[in-house]
């Protein structure tokens, strides 16, 4: 069952999942998220300072912090990238980011494709989010490729200094989405 709530009144000894979507969350939000789920002062910090570097790690509760980046190709000069963060509970799951995000669309979607998720582990939801994420990413690589390869055929039959200038910017482009995907 999904239900849309205001406020953190919930109780979290119920035997129920919990997920909490949170969009531009305030400093008191963020507070109060600690004080109720005993959430990793060092990984509150990140998202105060609004870190966009990716990051997994196991905090301690036997709980995990994330950072991924939602990646929009605009146009052909702006890559836009907007943090959306993670903590993940034994039966909670909570999500933070810009309300540049449509996060709860997303997990509709997850969930009409995938009914047996609301009955299995709040991992599951969080690994099906993740991997949306990552299909995006995929899907977004693609596009820079196909766009540099429209380009390199203009350079390379009708060269210019702008189908040149286009290809240098395509090139850093990709290269960012490549270091979060892949890692390196």
């Known amino acids: 069952m999904i239900e849309e709530k ?35 002062q060092k990984a509150l910090d990140r998202i ?27 146009n052909l000069q702006h890559l836009e990238s907007s943090p959306l963060y993670f903590f993940v509970g034994d039966k909670w799951l909570i999500t933070i980011h810009s309300n540049k995000i449509d996060l709860v669309t997303k997990v509709k979607t997850i969930i009409a494709d995938r009914k047996t998720i609301l009955e299995s582990s709040i991992d599951a939801l969080y690994y099906s989010i993740v991997s949306y ?4 990413y995929e899907q977004l690589l693609t596009a820079i490729e196909l766009k540099v390869f429209d380009i390199e055929k203009d350079a390379q039959y009708r060269p210019s200094k702008r189908v040149l200038t286009y290809l240098d910017t395509l090139s850093r ?12």
Not at 11 to 32: Q, S, V
Not at 173 to 184: A, D, E, K, R, V
């Open 133 to 136: 994420i990552v299909e995006d």
């Open 48 to 74: 105060r300072q609004k870190s966009k570097k990716p990051v997994v790690k196991e905090t301690e509760h036997d709980s995990k912090f994330t950072i991924l980046l939602d990646l929009k190709f605009n």
């Open 6 to 40: 205001n406020d953190l009144n919930v109780d979290l000894k119920a035997n129920d999942n919990l997920w909490i979507d949170i969009t531009d969350p305030t400093d008191e939000d963020i507070t109060n998220l600690e004080n109720k789920f005993s959430l990793n």
């Open 173 to 184: 482009q990709s290269y960012y989405p490549s270091t979060i995907f892949l890692g390196c």
